[in-house]
Nanobody
């Protein structure tokens, strides 16, 4: 099995920054694309950013220029630096990854448990 654990959420004022991190542990053989989704209660989960195994990145339009996704393949981690946060960024943020784990054939999608980000004055 493999686990993904997020950290770094919290309460922050508009215009400030937060950095989310997500680390993988367990019977991990390889990581493919990694990224972050977010969800507000009552709404669908939306894709925030992705990063491929060779570090090609993609962002939803509303966070371009403010958020930066990165990964450290040696540590099996993915991070999301969030600058100039806005109240509309408030959500539970979930990391995800396509991973190949020992004992299974092919890559499968795995999710973290989520971390709350609240942007309010």
């Amino acid at each position: 099995q493999v686990q993904f654990v997020e950290s770094g959420g919290g309460l922050v004022q508009p215009g400030r920054s937060l950095r989310l991190s997500c680390g993988a542990s367990g019977s991990l053989l390889s990581l493919g694309i990694m990224g972050w989704h977010r969800q507000v209660p009552g709404n669908e989960r939306e894709l925030v950013a992705t990063i491929s195994s060779d570090s090609i990145t993609n962002y939803r339009d509303s966070v371009k220029g403010r958020f930066t996704i990165s990964r450290d393949n040696s540590k099996n981690t993915v991070s999301l630096q969030m600058n100039n946060l806005k109240p509309e960024d408030t959500a539970v943020y979930y990391c995800f990854a396509n991973a190949l784990i020992r004992g299974r054939t092919g890559f499968s999608a795995y999710w973290g448990q989520g971390t709350q980000v609240t942007v309010a004055a």
